[in-house]
């Protein structure tokens, strides 16, 4: 059975450019979830779906992110325009029956803007 | 703010010793999680103990949970250079927004 997969693995980009992130989760999940990793800030959830549905935003930095769920096997995270500081890893990650329960995730996307 | 606390940030012990990992939380929980993240890839969970258990066995990892001092710990008995990783603690609590909230770490590295 396929983990979660992200892509594109890692992505360099100029400040202002739009920045695409895309996640599969787990087929059977109900949770997805988009988190983002540095140094400073440690792990950080921006965003959580439930059936597709946005939960709980209020982890998302700014306008310029935005993410979307279109069905249950694709999931994306916008930004735009992107700025020095949204480098980070970001991590997609989905779970099975409550959004506390165990959480798979995957392999990330390390993202540097110039 | 985070609501899990590791402890220390960073252990470094020879091959063969055992590793010990501590965290603290401040809000009731329903369960607290250990996830492993190796250089460089996703977090891999490891054990899930739920509010009412009060110690968890996985092949050589052992986990306890302590809910009157808000604590657990993570015992890697036995270690090996490939328990080299930063070892995390999530917390599932319905005062945060029903969902998991992750400590800052505790970095791992195993001397052959």
């Known amino acids: 059975d396929a983990g979660v997969i992200q892509s594109p693995r890692h992505e360099v980009t100029e400040m202002g450019q739009e920045v695409t992130l895309r996640c599969k989760p787990i087929s059977g999940h109900d949770y997805l979830f988009w988190y983002r990793q540095t140094m400073m800030r440690g792990l950080e959830l921006l965003i959580y779906?439930?059936?597709?549905?946005?939960?709980?935003d209020s982890g998302m930095p700014e306008d310029r992110f935005s993410a979307k769920m279109p069905n249950a096997s694709f999931s994306t995270l916008k930004i735009q325009p992107s700025e020095p500081r949204d480098s980070a890893v970001y991590f997609c990650?989905?779970?099975?029956?409550?959004?506390?329960?165990?959480?798979?995730f995957g392999p990330g996307t390390r993202l540097l803007v110039l | 703010s985070q609501q899990g606390e590791e402890d220390p940030q960073a252990l470094s012990i020879q091959e063969g010793e055992n590793a010990t990992m501590n965290c603290s939380y401040k809000?009731?929980?329903?369960?607290l999680q250990w996830y492993r993240q190796n250089s460089g890839r996703g977090l891999v969970h490891l054990i899930l103990i739920r509010s009412n258990e009060r110690e968890k066995h996985s092949g050589r990892l052992r986990v306890t949970l302590d809910t009157s001092k808000k604590s657990s710990s993570l015992l890697i008995t036995a270690s090996r250079a490939a328990d080299t990783a930063s070892y995390f603690c999530a917390t599932g609590s319905n005062n945060a927004g029903n969902m998991l909230t992750f400590g800052g770490g505790t970095r791992l590295m195993v001397k052959p």
């Open positions: 779906f439930n059936n597709n549905v946005p939960i709980d």
């Open positions: 990650a989905s779970s099975y029956l409550a959004a506390q329960e165990t959480q798979y």
């Open positions: 809000t009731s929980i329903n369960n």
